[in-house]
């Protein structure tokens, strides 16, 4: 009976359960979460008793395993530091736990306190702080013209031992007196009031930090010590002869037809055109959005043809000629269909074209607003009760809004008003009565007096007169803004990379290349011949050049923003596919295969990110984002997406040459699978080192390195994911090639949950980077696990018919 504990503690079978339960016991947790309240998950999860017991068995179990392997005598450095760094963390989780405080501080100006409200299973005590903190002012700091917080600080005392500390704290700037931690969490609506996250973990803290550091020597051990998994990789590969096998794939092309459209209205618009390079000068003007962020012309108009339409032009017509077309003939555009409506189901309702339809097909005869009603009951649902139809409405009264304030001269936010403290910008439809003088008259009178020169204009050929009033306004411009940062040389980057359209472009150079790179791979699998080496070769100096026009349009998009592209959904995708793409060429002289698959695999990628659903608009960062934490927490685990996708991809060809009846195929499975090994062994330290960076940045943003948020859970999830697809080699198995590679391909739907499912199905404090239009994509997805259920069950029959 000894003896049976001893082996079944000591057991990696054990290892992999344990580390199932695990991660199947955090991912329920997330979704009672959801359903219950966050006091529900920690008390049946994250803080039972059951999870603690479980932790300190996978703890026992690994050094129960050290023992048995004799892992000290055999120097395996890279697995004891990283396996022991675990527990280090670990440790430090339970001292903060047992002994860490945290609570909120909750101030008025004038306001003097030294009590924090406490919540512990649905109950508020107060802790006594040994100082006091008066609130002295706070500031709310708006972007430019617009309603959304750029910062907010509290400028504080601190009556500490009969002296009085001045202090100010914001977001991602933390206070800390006495051991005690105040972060700025929130402020009251008028603007009058202050809540501090206050936090008090010195020992907890200090444990975990450690364990961080030693975390990172160890991972990188990992990949140095020539007795860890990856040197010996590494060495396995070096013995075998590299080949390829082809696995065709065949891009479907969607044409989308537009329906029908006024004929009359759409020749007139079509006939009477905007001079382009008339248009070019008027987009290149500088612009506020209502997020407060200055843009070219060029970009809003580009926004607002891709909203309303659905595309970067209008038959012949760009989008700089679209936006004045609309200026100077409003009344032809009103019947144009040209308004996409978000789902049949819209359409038929309300029984407008199908596809696209007209601004005048919303209003009936007398009208009224057709959509009104069933929008109003709408807005009177919750959020998470709205149906489809529903969010379908609300997304199409949006675009029909937008299209109405363009028609009312809105939106064009082209005239900043030199001493407003907001430093707003107006648009020639709104309420002008703030500017006087010179001012008041230029800003009312000059847009109309440009549509009337461009109307003339479109008869007589001559653009001179709307050149120089295009010129004025942007000579008023110059004049009355104050916004720092507004150059003319921004302002030209920005239209060049809308013009570039990069990753679109880079889009198309991956798709094509890394075809072409697999349909070599399989030629030589067969066949030999030194002008296919010299194809490969001239390919992948193709896809270099690709890939470096790819960085360049990220740092053009970097240098626009004033920040790292990786905030939002669509910048993160792009970063992706550079990831994934970049992963490959880590690969590329060891295995044509994974190269060109890398190379497909970021072209998809881009091609996703370039959907409807996806908003490739620049947005100014909400407050928290405002962080170099930022940078590399994302930077490092969004990178680990690249690896995870590689192996992926490789699994999947695995399991399709498994499923053949090519006994010359065994070998390379055997390459390909080190290859996928490797790939996922690279991808688990950094989604390790970003996962950890993430909880720092969170420890200096808010007060706690980790608090049980769904995206942290599924961050951890993910490396438990991995890390038992890591350790399957340690699981004696009959087929444990195939089990492998099928775990490998399975896996990944974690990332894909982590990535896009939290933000559907769950929710938490990263709402920020929320996409709510990517539901049509689980068809798909659930359309590729069946695929992939498919080709596992044939590839195991085969696996199993051959080893008998």
């Known amino acids: 009976m000894k003896a049976t504990l001893k082996r079944l503690i000591s057991s990696s079978t054990t290892t992999i359960v344990l580390l199932l339960v695990y991660g199947a016991g955090l991912a329920i947790a997330t979704f009672i979460e959801k359903y219950q309240g966050s006091e529900v998950a920690r008390s049946v999860v994250y803080c039972s008793p059951l999870f603690f ?27 004891l530091v990283t396996h022991g760094a675990f527990i280090l963390i670990l440790l430090g989780a339970l001292v903060s736990h047992l002994y860490g405080e945290e609570g909120i501080l909750h101030l008025r100006e004038g306001e003097t306190s030294n009590r924090f409200a406490v919540r512990h299973a649905g ?45 100010r704290v914001y977001m991602n700037n933390v206070l800390d007196v006495k051991g005690y931690r105040f972060f700025q969490a929130s402020y009251d609506q008028d603007e009058q009031g202050t809540v501090l996250s206050v936090n008090r973990d010195v020992a907890g803290r200090t444990i975990t930090y450690t364990g961080y550091a030693v975390l990172l020597l160890g991972l990188v051990l990992c990949f140095v010590d020539r007795r860890s998994r990856f040197m010996l990789l590494s060495r396995r590969l070096k013995e075998l002869r590299c080949s390829f096998f082809l696995m065709l794939l065949t891009l479907s092309s969607l044409t989308v037809h537009a329906g029908e459209t006024s004929v009359q209205a759409r020749e007139a618009v079509l006939k009477d055109v905007i001079d382009s390079g008339h248009a070019a000068r008027f987009g290149a003007l500088p612009l506020q959005s209502g997020r407060g ?42 019947y144009i269909p040209f308004i996409a409506v978000p789902g ?48 379908d409405l609300i997304k199409f009264d949006e675009q029909i809004n937008i299209f109405h304030q363009l028609l009312n001269w809105q939106l064009l936010n082209l005239f900043p008003k030199e001493d407003d403290p907001q430093h707003t910008w107006y648009a020639p439809g709104d309420d002008l009565s703030a500017f006087s003088g010179k001012d008041s008259m230029f800003v009312s009178r000059v847009l109309a007096w440009y549509v009337e020169e461009v109307q003339t204009s479109l008869q007589s050929g001559d653009w001179t007169k709307p050149d120089e009033i295009v010129g004025m306004i942007s000579t008023y411009q110059q004049a009355k803004n104050k916004i720092a940062g507004v150059t003319s040389g921004k302002m030209e980057a920005e239209i060049k990379y809308n013009r570039l359209d990069v990753f679109s472009q880079c889009k198309k150079g991956y798709l094509i290349f890394g075809g072409l790179l697999l349909v070599f791979a399989f030629a030589s699998l067969f066949k030999r011949a030194r002008w296919m080496r010299w194809a490969s070769r001239a390919l992948g100096v193709a896809v270099l050049a690709v890939f470096l026009f790819h960085t360049y349009g990220m740092g053009m998009r970097w240098y626009i923003a004033g920040y790292a592209p990786w905030s939002n959904s669509y910048e993160t995708m792009v970063y992706v596919a550079w990831a994934t793409v970049f992963a490959g060429w880590l690969f590329a002289r060891r295995s044509l295969l994974t190269f060109a698959l890398a190379t497909l695999f ?86 390790t080192i970003g996962t950890f960076l993430g909880a720092i940045w969170a420890n200096e943003s808010w007060g706690r390195y980790w608090g049980w948020d769904p995206k942290e859970t599924w961050a951890l999830v993910t490396m438990i994911v991995y890390a038992i697809v890591t350790h399957l080699h340690l699981v004696p198995f009959r087929n444990s090639l195939w089990l492998f590679n099928i775990a490998s391909v399975v896996a990944f739907y974690s990332v894909l949950m982590t990535f896009f499912g939290v933000n559907y199905f769950l929710s938490g404090m990263h709402s920020y980077g929320q996409n709510d239009h990517v539901g049509g994509m689980f068809v798909y997805l659930l359309l590729s696990a069946l695929l992939v259920a498919l080709i596992g069950f044939i590839s195991f029959a085969r696996r199993q018919k051959q080893n008998s």
């Open 344 to 391: 049949k189901e819209l359409s038929d309702f309300y029984q407008l074209p199908s596809g696209q339809c007209a601004y005048m097909d919303v209003f009936d005869a007398d009208g009224n607003y057709k959509l009104q009603k069933k929008l109003e009951e709408a807005y009177g649902k919750m959020p998470a009760a709205r149906t489809r139809f529903d969010k």
């Open 123 to 167: 109950e508020v005590t107060y802790h006594t702080l040994p100082f006091s903190v008066e609130l002295i002012n706070f500031t709310l700091t708006r972007y430019p013209g617009s309603s959304s917080p750029s910062a907010y600080e509290s400028e504080l005392l601190v009556h500490l031992d009969g002296e009085v500390i001045s202090e």
């Open 602 to 687: 970021g072209g998809v990628i881009l091609f996703v990110s370039g959907l409807n659903w996806m908003d490739p608009q620049i947005n100014p960062l909400v407050p928290v984002l405002k962080s170099p934490w930022l940078m590399f927490h994302v930077a490092v685990i969004v990178g680990a997406y690249g690896f995870f996708g590689i192996s992926c991809l490789l699994g999947l060809v695995n399991l399709v040459m498994m499923s053949l009846k090519k006994a010359v195929l065994a070998q390379r499975i055997k390459e390909l699978s080190i290859i996928n090994e490797m790939s996922l062994l690279i991808g688990l330290a950094l989604m």
């Open 293 to 334: 962020r200055v843009l070219p012309v060029n970009t809003f108009s580009s926004e607002v043809l891709r909203k309303l339409h659905k595309s970067d032009s209008f038959y012949s017509l760009n989008s700089d000629q679209f936006l004045l077309s609309v200026l100077t003939m409003p009344e032809r555009w009103t």
């Open 53 to 79: 017991l479980l932790q300190f068995l996978i703890v026992l179990n690994w050094l129960a395993i050290v023992i048995r392997q004799r892992s000290l005598k055999m120097r395996k450095w890279g697995m």
